[in-house]
């Protein structure tokens, strides 16, 4: 299947959603939300591709959300499958779509929301291979027109799994020769050259994680932090100094700081506790590195996990009680709001809070 944006569609759609949503209604309110329906009932690929991420965030009632907002990440991409089965592309494609379609043939039964998603028999009827193969080409075709974060991670994560079996890494061959050699690793002046082995392939996997943490994609770069917390203390439990794993703990200050300065709730409390006591959990335990604790760097990352909330921040207004209760001494109201935050956000740690 040829992959490729009809000259100046994708830009016409957008200057159309911008003017006639962004410039008029604002990004997030009601009108705005109406107006992109109609502009995607209307064939605007732009508005198509937010309308199915309305419908996938359940901000819009359907009952079965995850293959209603597929379908509109199809037809924003331009992609139709006949009645063989074969996926056509007409041109006229939003390249967000593209990767908003990888993203569910690698995940569709598999991982996160989508592990419980309704059929979709599109999907179904491929095989993992081939549904590993086509998600490449889709994320490749979508970064080269614009450096989109989460296909550059999605990218990584197919190489990283073509990585790990020959059978696999066998079938995927001739898609990533001819996806991705020659071509420069995004973020990177480096030209990938021909993948000869699974060792490769993961190296090169491994290059994509890290361009797309540094475009700030914040689940790379949780991802990455939890490797590197894993190194740590499986290194620090055969001995290691924290002088010889200086580079390693740094990379894990990095990834976590990447994230939490984009308000991402888990990184920014993981690494306020880091900061609070100096300790790294990794899946091998817990280790503390006391050089590192610096309690004004603790309190500002705490109060960043609180700014976009989900239930991780539960946890940091917690830790906000624990660490810094001064605060909350002589200000019956503050903790009173807190609390209800913390209520509202996880009965698990609101639960915790109440013994404190």
């Known amino acids: 299947m040829k992959l490729e944006f009809m000259n100046n569609g994708y830009d016409a759609d957008m200057k159309e959603y911008s003017e006639n949503v962004l410039v008029k209604c ?23 591709n937010f309308y199915a991420d309305m419908i996938y965030n359940k901000k819009i009632l359907r009952k079965k959300p995850y293959s209603d907002a597929f379908y509109l990440y199809m037809e924003a991409s331009g992609i139709s499958v006949n009645d063989s089965g074969e996926w056509k592309c007409s041109g006229k494609a939003n390249p967000m779509a593209f990767w908003s379609v990888g993203y ?22 491929l095989s993992m291979d081939k549904r590993l193969s086509m998600a ?23 190489l990283s799994e073509a990585s790990k079996s020959d059978e696999l890494f066998d079938a995927l061959t001739p898609v990533i020769e001819e996806c991705l050699v020659g071509h420069e690793i995004p973020q ?8 000869n082995d699974r060792e490769k392939c993961s190296e090169i996997s491994e290059m994509f994680f890290v361009a797309a943490a540094k475009l700030g994609y914040v689940y790379a770069c949780n991802s990455l932090a939890a490797r590197e917390a894993d ?18 703990i740094i990379n894990y200050i990095c990834y976590l700081r990447i994230a939490a300065d984009r308000l991402e709730p888990y990184a920014a409390n993981r690494l306020g506790l880091f900061y609070m006591n100096g300790e790294i959990k990794g899946k091998g335990g ?7 604790i610096d309690h004004s760097m603790a309190y500002e990352y705490f109060k960043k996990a609180t700014v976009y909330p ?8 917690l830790n906000l ?8 001494d002589l200000n019956l109201d503050l903790m009173n709001e807190h609390m209800d935050y913390i209520k509202k956000l996880s009965r698990e740690v609101y639960d915790i809070a109440m013994d404190l």
């Open 26 to 48: 604002g990004t997030s309110s009601k009108s705005a939300e109406r107006e992109t329906i109609c502009l995607a009932q209307a064939g605007n690929t732009v508005a198509q």
């Open 104 to 125: 569910y043939l690698v995940n569709y039964k598999r991982e996160n929301v989508l592990l419980k998603c309704n059929t979709i028999p599109e999907i179904e009827a």
């Open 136 to 158: 490449l080409e889709f994320t490749v075709a979508s970064i080269s027109y614009e450096e989109i974060p989460g296909a550059i991670n999605l990218i990584g994560r197919i």
């Open 188 to 195: 990177s002046s480096e030209v990938i050259e021909k993948i």
């Open 231 to 248: 190194r740590i203390v499986d290194e620090s439990k055969n001995g290691a100094t924290s002088d010889e794993l200086v580079e390693n």
């Open 286 to 292: 817990t280790v503390t590195f006391k050089e590192y």
């Open 310 to 317: 989900d239930a991780n921040s539960a946890w940091a207004y």
């Open 321 to 328: 009680m624990k660490y810094f209760h001064k605060d909350y």
